[in-house]
Structures are given as structure tokens and as C-alpha cells.
């Protein structure tokens, strides 16, 4: 009699599997304000790099620009993810920590551009890993809205959300779309999941 295999359950936060979760989505659903959230519900967090790195390169008058030199930008981002992942690696802690993007969003920026993909990348990406549960906050008409450093139209940021998908179900994430509701509840959503 054969035994009905029995897929992983990752509705609980265990100390011994991965603690790195990554918050994921297009730009204008709510990640940074989700992020500041759990900042002050005391747990580590982990800012984005991306605006970070497009001020920076228009101080400077760099070219690390979104729309100036996209290779550029891209490597930017993800040299900077790896960065952050290995100052939380560092500290040797085993509490969770929330990351405001993860470095296969440069990878899903790099596809999405149909910029090239070097083995190196490839290799680094999966050489770092995160959780396997990765949460996605999905597009949000109401709440989206465009600034000097996002400038996609609505049209990009459904194309976004999808590629996002994509890209981590590719490197075997389990996506976990977080409803569209007040901050409150996705933080509850979030706490209940990882049974926190």
C-alpha cells in the first residue's frame, strides 16, 4: 500500500530552517510601509536598495539609472542585495528577518529588460538563499501612485507582479500573495503564517 506523500508545511516560523523571508511585489503596494511595521513591532528589517541607489546615482550623475544604463542599475541592485545579505548573516542571530526585496528581483529586472544573465548571478542567487515561503503584495490600483523615482506606468507594475512570480517559483519559492487590506491585517497575516 502506497503512502500518500505529504508536501512540506511552511505555515510556521522554525529556528531551523531559513529565518531570511523576503517581501516581494511590484512598485506602490505597500512593501516599505508592511516593512516599517514589522520595524516597529521589533523585529530586524532590511530597507530596499533601489531608491537608495537611484539617488545616489542622480546626486553623483551617474548612469546606474533605471533609465540610463539598465545593466548597470541592475548590478547595482543586486551587488547591493548580496551585500545586505551577508551583513545579516554576519551577525550570527537566528530571528527572523524581513528583507524589502531580495536579490531575484534583480534577477526578475534583469529578465524583464531582457538584460543578459551571467552564470556568476545565477550561481550567487542560489548559492544565498532565503525562506522558501516569499510574500508578494500584489497590485493595488487605490493606493499606487508615481514619484520622481517610480515612474512605471499601471500597465508595467501588472506586468511586475507577474515576472515577480515567475522568477521565484522558477528558483523553487512558494509564493504567498498577501491580501489587499489595511496595514493592521497584513501584519496580522504575516505574524499568523509564520505563527509568530
Known amino acids: 500500500m502506497n503512502k500518500k506523500h505529504k508536501e512540506p508545511t511552511y505555515t510556521h516560523f522554525d529556528r531551523e ?66 551585500k545586505s545579505y551577508a551583513v545579516q548573516k554576519s551577525n550570527g542571530s537566528t530571528e527572523p528577518v524581513f528583507f524589502d526585496r531580495g536579490h531575484l ?49 499601471w500597465e508595467e507594475v501588472l506586468f511586475t507582479h507577474e515576472q515577480m512570480k515567475e522568477t521565484y517559483a522558477e528558483f523553487n519559492y512558494t509564493v504567498i500573495e498577501l491580501p489587499k487590506t489595511s496595514l493592521k491585517n497584513r501584519l496580522r497575516f504575516v505574524m499568523d503564517f509564520l505563527n509568530l
Not at 511595521?37 to 533601489?50: I, M, N, R, S
Not at 543578459?116 to 542567487?125: D, F, G, I, N, T
Request: charged share 25%; hydrophobic share 40%.
Open 105 to 153: 528581483d534583480s534577477i526578475c529586472y534583469m529578465k524583464m529588460e531582457q538584460l543578459p544573465l551571467s552564470k556568476q548571478v545565477l550561481e550567487q542567487a542560489r548559492k544565498y538563499p532565503y525562506n522558501k515561503c516569499v510574500f508578494i503584495l500584489p497590485p493595488w490600483k487605490e493606493i499606487y501612485i508615481t514619484d520622481a523615482e517610480r515612474k512605471q506606468s
Open 17 to 82: 530552517m531559513n529565518h531570511f523571508f523576503v517581501l516581494t511585489g511590484g512598485p506602490g503596494t505597500g512593501k516599505t510601509s508592511l516593512i516599517e511595521v514589522l520595524k516597529q513591532h521589533g523585529f530586524q528589517t532590511v530597507p530596499e536598495d533601489a531608491r537608495r541607489i537611484i539617488q545616489e546615482q542622480v546626486a553623483m550623475k551617474g548612469d546606474g539609472l533605471p533609465w540610463a544604463n539598465k545593466m548597470h542599475y541592475a548590478n547595482l541592485m543586486f551587488e547591493a542585495a548580496l
